[in-house]
């Protein structure tokens, strides 16, 4: 079946600008994180949605930051005025979730933004 | 704060030569622990969950171990194609995220 996905894949864009990130999840996920990967970095958590709860949002680094996530399956992350240090790899990833139970993420390939 | 440190940080392997990869971790209420792979411009790929002390689990040459502390991901007679990056992962508690390791750099050499 189809793997997570995300675009675009690359993204150039002047420091000041705003730009939107998107991810498809896999079918019948309801969980639904994004992740951010700088160079000689782990993965850093940005925020997460769970089925119909409010997001958790405790990872988003500024206001500048913020996602959305529609009929509980695309999601939009969007940066607003962006700088320099927001340079990265943007992952996302979705899972099962059951009750309580962890089920393993899977991850879609990433967009890399450069801010210019 | 919950923690995982990943060690060592690169790893080089002559092809056949085995050996293993060490996760250190804190976390209040392990939900799981995952490792991925990762190869360069590509998102992690998922290849195991441990849940609680004493688990392993295995696949192909790859055997993943956990104990209270910490976790093992045994690479047995490696192949050049198993040159990547290994992350391992943590949930815990009522977190839905997970908090990662910086990985291990592993190069297999023929």
């Known amino acids: 079946g189809a793997g997570v996905s995300q675009s675009p894949s690359n993204k150039v864009t002047e420091k000041g600008k705003d730009v939107e990130l998107r991810c498809d999840p896999i079918s019948g996920h309801t969980a639904l994180y994004w992740y951010r990967q700088s160079l000689g970095q782990g993965l850093e958590f940005l925020i997460y949605?769970?089925?119909?709860?409010?997001?958790?949002k405790s990872g988003l680094p500024s206001d500048r930051f913020s996602a959305e996530r529609t009929g509980g399956s695309v999601s939009t992350l969007t940066i607003q005025r962006t700088q320099q240090e927001d340079s990265a790899v943007y992952l996302c990833?979705?899972?099962?979730?059951?009750?309580?139970?962890?089920?393993?993420?899977?991850f879609g390939p990433g967009t890399r933004l450069t801010v210019t | 704060e919950d923690q995982v440190t990943q060690s060592p940080e690169a790893l080089r392997l002559q092809e056949g030569e085995s050996s293993s990869l060490n996760c250190s971790y804190t976390?209040?209420?392990?939900?799981?622990l995952f490792w991925y792979r990762q190869d360069p411009g590509k998102g992690p790929e998922f290849l195991f969950t441990l849940y609680s002390a004493g688990e392993e689990k295995e696949k192909e040459r790859l055997k993943a171990t956990l104990t209270k502390k910490e976790s093992f991901l045994h690479i047995t007679a490696p192949k050049p194609e198993d040159s990547a990056t290994y992350l391992c992962a943590v949930q815990g508690g009522s977190q839905g995220n997970l908090i990662f390791g910086k990985g291990t750099k592993l190069s297999v050499k023929p």
């Open positions: 990833a979705s899972s099962r979730t059951s009750g309580g139970l962890s089920y393993e993420q899977y």
């Open positions: 976390v209040s209420g392990l939900r799981g």
């Open positions: 949605f769970q089925g119909n709860s409010a997001p958790d």
